[in-house]
């Protein structure tokens, strides 16, 4: 990986995304030193123009940006970083700079929520408690919430259609995390089957 720095004079423009919902969180510049200490380090530095000097996202408020993958576009004068990020991104205490935070995706975090709730073993969680039940009573609330979802499909209250379709997603969620599996397995099964 060679970017470009000559471009820009110097700065390469770094787009940073969050590797779980996609979501466009910033944008910042690199210098090549700023770039070689982000590959080393995994936790992304910029250049900042206003400052002068190299600045890592996070040293002030503590929200880092984790690396996950790092790729130039077809030029080599731009990159995209997607990261995992340890808190809100933007200054202003948003999730990103854009201000567009949406629901969209949010099925990703909720993933990785319910894997942390496992791995933490907190004893008050319900993604716990429902996971030491195991295998049998998970998939028995899986086909609860979809008979509740079919139910609702029949009435015309799309609160209650929309309460039950969240919960059937929650609880497959779960069922996948006991099958050892992640939306992004059964999403590489639908992509393999659009033709």
């Known amino acids: 990986m060679r970017p470009n720095f000559e471009k820009g004079n110097g700065l390469l423009p770094v787009i940073i995304q969050d590797y779980c919902t996609q979501e466009v969180l910033m944008m910042a510049y690199m210098n090549n030193e700023a ?7 995994r936790v992304v530095t910029f250049f900042s123009r206003s400052k002068g000097r190299l600045w890592t996202k996070g040293e002030t408020s503590g ?4 690396v996950i993958s790092m790729k130039l576009d077809c030029d080599n004068d731009s990159l995209l970083i997607k990261v995992d990020p340890e808190g809100p991104v933007c200054h202003a205490g948003t999730q990103s700079c854009f201000n567009d935070s949406t629901s969209k995706g949010f099925l990703y975090r909720l993933e990785q929520i319910i894997r942390i709730r496992l791995e933490k073993e907190d004893q008050s969680s319900y993604t716990n408690q429902l ?8 998939a028995q609330k899986v086909g609860e919430e979809a008979v509740e979802l079919i139910i609702e499909a029949k009435d015309n209250n799309l609160d209650l259609f929309k309460g039950e379709a969240a919960d059937l997603l929650y609880h497959l969620l779960v069922l996948f995390r006991m099958k050892d599996l992640q939306l992004e397995d059964i999403e590489t099964v639908l992509l393999s089957r659009h033709k």
């Open 35 to 41: 770039f070689e200490k982000t590959k080393q380090e």
């Open 63 to 66: 929200n880092y940006l984790s």
């Open 131 to 138: 996971f030491k039940k195991g295998i049998n009573k998970v």
